[in-house]
């Protein structure tokens, strides 16, 4: 048996992990995880709230790992694996620990400052968009960190994994995994361990209560089901568990608008941002094709180029703490009157010579009610012949919650109280 290692979470007690694992996480592609900041500059107005993607990552691998054994070891469940995708007890082992790789893995290409960095990354020539980390992820696991997943003796004897299987599980390569891709709902999905995670260990390092849920009672209700549209086998929660369901939800929606869309904390998302287009070369982070000019960016490599631009107005709210201010806001579900007084508010600072940014809210961060595979409703599993139906037929309170679209407009702090006057 593979030796097992321990460290102590302030979410879940101990996490233990093997030594293939082990390797992998003492990697310096991994390390640097250990520079990478979770929450960007939400410390600005939390101070506890500086922990990492390192503790972030050895947390989800730790609740993938709880929610794939609630699911294989309940007999409907594995009854439900046999019947659609014909697994025995040899694959089902095989692919916990290809989802306990994917797991740990699945933030690996995260750039300085997490989310708040994605708006420097370069344009993606294929698909006519910019990158985005998960991009940078499967480079990473594919290019500095194949080696450390293929040759390892646990893998070489027991499992045979490949990097680029790692890889189509984060990405959702159906050509690759074929069924196994199923298991990508425990890497990506409304219910899955990073969600789950970070909801309970940014409450937790914050201070606040708002992304507390009960996540024993969550994998207690995890169930298989099927889709009655396409009959495909799904993860949802059985019935008598919606309401643990329903408080998931509920704690994304208050932490995305009272920590994620903060005014402050947004404030300093827009000062990184212009901070990285004046620091870096041509205004981007290198693409995915350039992995290991990008792992050299981290949080202290921003920071340290930002002292060396100090003279610049956003570098300088970076280091001073000397950030925009909020000189309006729409409710978070403006009204056609909320509208027009944006414009006029926006009108009235345009004549004035006042500079301004304005900042609008996504909330596709917490919930969507649309089909869209990786933003699915949490789906609800009921009865004997494992019907599936979504969370929103059963809670008036998600079925009625609308989108988060607040829109502020932020003034340069000198001239707030110039800017405060003429909206008067």
Excluded at 41 to 59: A, K
Excluded at 129 to 137: G, I, Q, R, T, V
Excluded at 228 to 255: C, F, K, T
């Amino acid at each position: 048996m593979a030796r097992l290692h321990e460290i102590r979470d302030p979410i879940y007690g101990f996490v233990s992990f093997n030594d293939w694992e082990k390797q992998i996480i003492n990697h310096s592609a991994f390390q640097r995880l250990r520079r990478i900041r979770q929450l960007a500059f939400t410390d600005m107005v939390y101070p506890g709230g500086n922990y990492t993607r390192f503790e972030h990552s050895i947390g989800v691998m730790h609740l993938a790992t709880l929610m794939y054994e609630a699911i294989v070891e309940d007999d409907a469940n594995k009854n439900l694996l046999e019947e659609y995708l014909s697994y025995d007890d040899a694959g089902l082992k095989r692919d916990k620990q290809l989802i306990r790789l994917t797991a740990l893995l699945h933030d690996i290409g995260h750039a300085p400052f997490s989310h708040a960095s994605e708006d420097v990354m370069p344009l993606n020539d294929k698909a006519k968009k910019p990158y985005k980390h998960e991009d940078y992820s499967s480079a990473v696991i594919t290019g500095p960190l194949r080696t450390v997943i293929e040759d390892h003796q646990i893998n070489k004897s027991n499992y045979k994994i490949s990097a680029d299987e790692v890889a189509a599980l984060l990405e959702g390569n159906v050509s690759i995994l074929e069924g196994k891709l199923f298991w990508k709902v425990i890497i990506s999905s409304q219910l899955d361990a990073d969600r789950g995670d970070y909801l309970l260990r940014d409450s937790h390092h914050i201070g606040v209560k708002y992304g507390v849920y009960d996540y024993s009672r969550l994998l207690n209700t995890l169930a298989l089901g099927v889709d009655p549209e396409s009959n495909d086998l799904i993860l949802g929660v059985h019935e008598d568990g919606w309401h643990v369901a329903e408080s998931l939800v509920i704690a994304r929606y208050q932490m995305f608008t009272q920590v994620y869309f903060h005014k402050t904390r947004r404030a300093y998302d827009y000062h990184l941002k212009e901070a990285m287009k004046k620091i870096l070369k041509h205004g981007k982070l290198p693409a995915p094709q350039k992995i290991e000019k990008f792992l050299e960016f981290d949080d202290m490599r921003i920071l340290q180029d930002a002292k060396s631009h100090r003279n610049d107005l956003n570098c300088k709210a970076l280091l001073d703490r000397n950030h925009l201010k909020v000189a309006f806001a729409t409710a978070e579900m403006p009204t056609e009157e909320d509208e027009q007084k944006l414009e006029a508010v926006k009108k009235r600072l345009m004549d004035n010579s006042i500079w301004f940014y304005e900042d609008k809210a996504t909330s596709g961060l917490w919930y969507k009610l649309d089909t869209e595979e990786e933003s699915k409703e949490v789906m609800i599993i009921k009865g004997l012949n494992r019907k599936a139906s979504p969370l929103s037929n059963y809670s008036s309170i998600v079925k009625n919650m609308g989108e988060v679209k607040q829109i502020r407009v932020y003034v340069r702090p000198e001239d707030r109280d110039k800017a405060l006057g003429v909206l008067r």
